[in-house]
DNA sequence: ATATATTTTTAGATGATTCTAAATTATATT
DNA sequence: AATATAATTTAGAATCATCTAAAAATATAT
């Protein structure tokens, strides 16, 4: 059993590692998290021993196969909280993270399937992350960032990579959402800026770091 | 700003002094809480620094008027949960508790606001027990316990004073649930049991036990 | 290949919550 | 009022998660 705080760790620890694969270093999750490495150094010799991460000195973790399963977990249970979120007590999407950051740690295998079924079965959260079924099967659909489009490119938004309520806000102004319809119009070399069609209507600036945290789907 | 832990001493502490009148012992927040009565004689010297309750050193707590509103914010927020989790995700009334004590723990101002005006802002929450309102406002009908009642009195289940799962599915054997109408037929002396009637037509015994936990509002 | 910079780990300390055991205070009984 | 019993508090220790400062290991750059 994890605590709250390993279970953050371990959450950090998958997503830094894109789904269990690479290897992460100590400084990389004490930036995640807003520790110091040396609080990371002492947690991940205890996940360790817990099994759910294979530690070695100097080098880093990889997250096992039992970790794997353990941050799936926990990240359905954020996503399934997001969706209630949005769609039952009308939060916006920029306002959801926080408050899933503390429901995903609720235990209670019966509440998160009963929330999962009250739902629909969603597949995914309000930022287009797919959401782990109940065996920790996740289906990702191919992906890329906006700006690695071609010019006259038609693709349709599928999620956000940055969750936070400052870029959530702006995509909002731009009148950006998921599912909505994008054509490249203009990109410029120099900063990779580009002008940008939604829906067939409005057009909008958008700056490279804008582009880059919103993945497309091409047509 | 109280820690879950502070939450669930505050709590049984208002509990145990029946709504912030009373003087609560030591000994009884221990018993509550299933911790010694050293740990809660280092807790509650902590609270008082916090001003939720005044302690005087040998002599108990009582809460002040900061502890009362806070504890009525947690037990808003665990009733409000009980209530979703009853009639939205169709759990029975004796599954919610543990889940709840989870929930109630849960720091959202504005998840609260919109749970309470999602779920139609309930007055009583699955056990009967009243669910204060945001601004901290209780209101308790007149119950007394079942088995105070004479003979022949008619009365109607509002609430449980034991919220124990198995307590609660006891009733549910019984077939007694909150708004059935009850009658008493018979009370034996000598050791406080009872025939009564259920909804005009279930006849059934029950103990001195049970009769003590089930309050009922006289027709 | 060696010096320097960076990363990581360890050592030692702190605060929160809990416990056991011992000491103290209050209460109840004769 | 004296004593026995019960309740309460304190002292000291353990665990969890965190930190700073210092040491050790690794990586990088000439």
Redesign the interface.
């Known amino acids: 059993m994890l605590s709250l705080v390993e279970e953050n760790y371990l959450k950090a620890i998958y997503h830094l590692s894109e789904g269990g694969q690479a290897q992460v270093s100590t400084n990389a999750i004490a930036d995640a998290i807003h520790t110091k490495p040396a609080s990371v150094s002492d947690m991940i010799q205890k996940l360790d021993r817990k099994r759910v991460i294979q530690y070695t000195k100097y080098q880093g973790v990889k997250v096992t196969k039992e970790g794997k399963e353990a941050a799936l977990k926990v990240i359905r249970k954020h996503r399934l909280w997001e969706v209630f ?1 949005v769609e ?4 916006n999407w920029d ?1 959801v993270h ?2 899933a950051e ?2 995903e740690h ?3 295998p ?2 998160i399937e ?2 999962d079924a ?1 739902l629909g079965h969603p597949k995914v959260d309000p930022h287009g992350d797919p959401i782990p079924d109940a065996q920790g099967v996740i289906n990702t659909k191919p992906q890329k960032p906006l700006h690695q489009l071609d010019l006259g490119a038609e693709a349709i938004i599928r999620a956000v990579k940055d969750s936070s309520p400052a870029f959530l806000r702006h995509l909002d102004k731009l009148g950006a959402y998921l599912g909505a319809g994008v054509k490249i119009l203009e990109k410029e070399e120099f900063d990779n800026s580009m002008q940008i069609q939604i829906d067939q209507s409005t057009v909008v600036f958008i700056s490279n770091e804008v582009g880059q945290n919103i993945l497309v789907q091409e047509n």
Request: aromatic share 12%; hydrophobic share 55%; no cysteine.
């Open positions: 979120l039952q007590l009308n939060f306002e926080d408050v503390q429901l609720i235990k209670s019966l509440l009963r929330l009250f």
